[in-house]
């Protein structure tokens, strides 16, 4: 957050309201009872630290990043509210809460009168939990909008792992995604691929188009370090359709290897 608040002052200040920035809290920041979960001081501290080091009045959206069993719900929703009220954000959403607790959430801002505007769940062709679990149906019923994170499955879904695991990558560092879980996927993975090739689509290109197929995602968020990744990911836009032979395909390989790294933070 640093680094992007020093090119915000050099680039992008004079596009700020062009421009949809977001932030969350959930995971360990800093030490003690108060430095991760969902009480109201993580929260509001939590926001107040990211503003200040990207150097912001205030973000576009700010989600609380997982559920916490130990606090009660109306204390992270009325935290929530709270940072829409006191200007630190315009809009507030949930990410990782499972269907039961992201309707009850829903519920309880709704009735404070700062409604839940989007959910960012883990979702790609490794990671369906959100079909299993109902999320996805009820985010619908519910008139929620969803941004998958990770839908390239922290690179797994690209061709970066096609031929091993190449130094400097996140399964090379154990960042988020240990080397078994590479070589548990890897067979599955090289199957995904051939099908992208035989599209015209890269493996990056197909997997954005499948998690944004029928219209149920409404967008997927792409973490790149690369210019040239950008561009690959935008290039999913010129082939979003599947027939019914490449979906059956793709559940096949789906139920191959489930992978969701990040289910304990629904529960």
Same mark, same amino acid.
């Given at each position: 957050?640093?680094?992007?608040?020093?090119?915000?002052?050099?680039?992008?200040?004079?596009?700020?309201?062009?421009?949809?920035i977001?932030?969350?809290?959930?995971?360990?920041?800093?030490?003690?009872?108060?430095?991760?979960?969902?009480?109201?001081k993580?929260?509001?501290?939590?926001?107040?630290?990211?503003?200040?080091?990207?150097?912001?009045?205030?973000?576009?959206?700010?989600?609380?990043?997982r559920?916490?069993?130990?606090?009660?719900l109306e204390?992270?929703?009325m935290?929530?509210?709270?940072?829409v009220?006191?200007?630190?954000a315009l809009?507030?959403?949930?990410?990782?809460?499972?269907q %039961?607790?992201?309707?009850? $959430?829903? @519920? &309880?801002?709704?009735?404070?009168? +700062? *409604?839940?505007l989007?959910?960012q769940?883990?979702?790609?062709?490794?990671?369906?939990?959100i079909?299993?679990?109902?999320?996805k149906?009820?985010?619908?019923?519910?008139?929620?909008?969803?941004?998958a994170?990770?839908p390239?499955?922290?690179?797994?879904?690209?061709?970066?792992?096609?031929?091993g695991?190449?130094?400097?990558s996140?399964?090379?560092?154990?960042?988020?995604?240990?080397?078994?879980?590479?070589e548990?996927?890897?067979?599955?993975?090289?199957?995904?691929?051939d099908?992208a090739?035989?599209?015209?689509?890269?493996?990056?290109?197909?997997?954005?188009?499948?998690?944004?197929?029928?219209?149920?995602?409404?967008?997927?968020?792409?973490?790149?370090s690369?210019?040239? %990744?950008?561009?690959?990911? $935008?290039? @999913? &836009?010129?082939?979003?359709?599947? +027939? *019914?032979?490449e979906?059956?395909?793709?559940?096949?390989?789906?139920?191959?290897?489930a992978?969701?790294?990040w289910?304990?933070?629904?529960?």
């Amino acid at each position: 957050e640093e680094a992007f608040g020093d090119i915000l002052k050099t680039d992008f200040k004079p596009y700020r309201d062009e421009m949809i920035i977001s932030s969350k809290a959930g995971y360990e920041m800093w030490g003690g009872p108060y430095g991760e979960w969902g009480s109201r001081k993580y929260l509001i501290s939590s926001c107040d630290q990211s503003l200040k080091r990207m150097g912001l009045d205030y973000v576009d959206i700010f989600y609380s990043h997982r559920f916490d069993p130990d606090t009660p719900l109306e204390e992270t929703m009325m935290a929530l509210d709270h940072i829409v009220r006191s200007g630190r954000a315009l809009y507030v959403g949930l990410s990782s809460y499972n269907q %039961q607790r992201t309707r009850e $959430a829903h @519920a &309880i801002l709704k009735q404070l009168g +700062t *409604p839940c505007l989007i959910h960012q769940p883990s979702y790609n062709i490794l990671n369906r939990w959100i079909e299993t679990d109902g999320l996805k149906t009820a985010l619908q019923d519910l008139g929620i909008g969803s941004i998958a994170f990770v839908p390239l499955a922290q690179g797994l879904l690209t061709n970066k792992y096609l031929n091993g695991i190449p130094a400097g990558s996140r399964a090379a560092q154990d960042k988020s995604l240990h080397p078994s879980v590479v070589e548990k996927a890897v067979e599955s993975v090289k199957k995904l691929n051939d099908m992208a090739q035989a599209r015209g689509q890269t493996l990056a290109q197909m997997s954005i188009a499948w998690v944004l197929r029928e219209g149920g995602i409404t967008s997927a968020l792409i973490g790149a370090s690369k210019p040239s %990744q950008i561009v690959d990911c $935008a290039g @999913a &836009i010129n082939n979003l359709d599947f +027939t *019914p032979t490449e979906l059956a395909a793709i559940d096949a390989i789906s139920e191959e290897k489930a992978i969701n790294l990040w289910a304990k933070s629904s529960e």
